[in-house]
């Protein structure tokens, strides 16, 4: 199912998405957002149907824990 600019993901449950586990890699623009990190998050371009969500994609919170022990922990393991 596309999503659309503008609109919000929702939680595990989501029927609109799809799950997809891959190899751990830092949180950048080009790479695959981890699901969790785009739940509640709004999003900034139209989506097709069977993308992947790419930290580009959604609005990036400025005061989220989540994303702020999410960079800590890209560096601390040397994520790229």
């Known amino acids: 199912v596309p999503l659309a600019a ?3 993901v ?3 449950h989501d029927p609109k998405l799809e799950y997809l586990l891959l190899p751990a890699a830092a949180v950048r ?3 695959p ?3 969790h990190m785009a739940f509640s998050q709004r999003m900034r371009v139209d989506i097709p149907a069977g993308a992947v969500i790419r930290r580009e994609m959604v609005d990036v919170p400025a005061d989220s824990a989540l994303w702020a022990l999410r960079a800590d922990l890209d560096e601390a393991f040397g994520l790229r």
């Open 33 to 35: 957002l981890p699901a």
């Open 10 to 12: 929702g939680g595990d």
């Open 6 to 8: 503008g609109e919000v």
């Open 29 to 31: 623009d080009g790479a």
